[in-house]
């Protein structure tokens, strides 16, 4: 895939090519820590819902509770990726003066 084709060229610069694969922009060594350690704390948090919304909901009389920890734990899921892009996002940013 050409640099012109990648939605993320604008944002990050031309990726660099390292054996023919577009190499992901990383920030610092510290802040890819804390992007590392800040998504895996909110991946912990919830899978906690889903787990605590799929015990109440099949297991208890609590089905409506259950739902609802069920529904957050599931859209967390998918939001921890792009919280931790928009994370790097800045810290690239952040970094490069901008």
Do not use: H, N
């Not at 640099?3 to 060594?29: C, F, K, M, N």
């Not at 739902?67 to 921890?80: A, N, Q, S």
């Amino acid at each position: 895939m050409s640099t012109g084709e990648t939605g993320d060229a604008e944002l990050y610069g031309d990726p660099r090519q390292i054996d023919g694969l577009e190499a992901y922009p990383y920030a610092s060594i510290q802040a890819e820590k804390r992007i590392k350690s800040i998504s895996g704390l909110l991946s912990v948090v919830t899978v906690g819902f889903l787990v605590a919304g799929l015990y109440l909901a099949l297991f208890s009389p609590q089905v409506g509770l259950g739902g609802l920890l069920t529904l957050v734990g599931f859209i967390g899921l998918m939001v921890v990726p792009v919280v931790a892009k928009r994370m790097r996002r800045a810290a690239l940013a952040r970094e490069s003066g901008g």
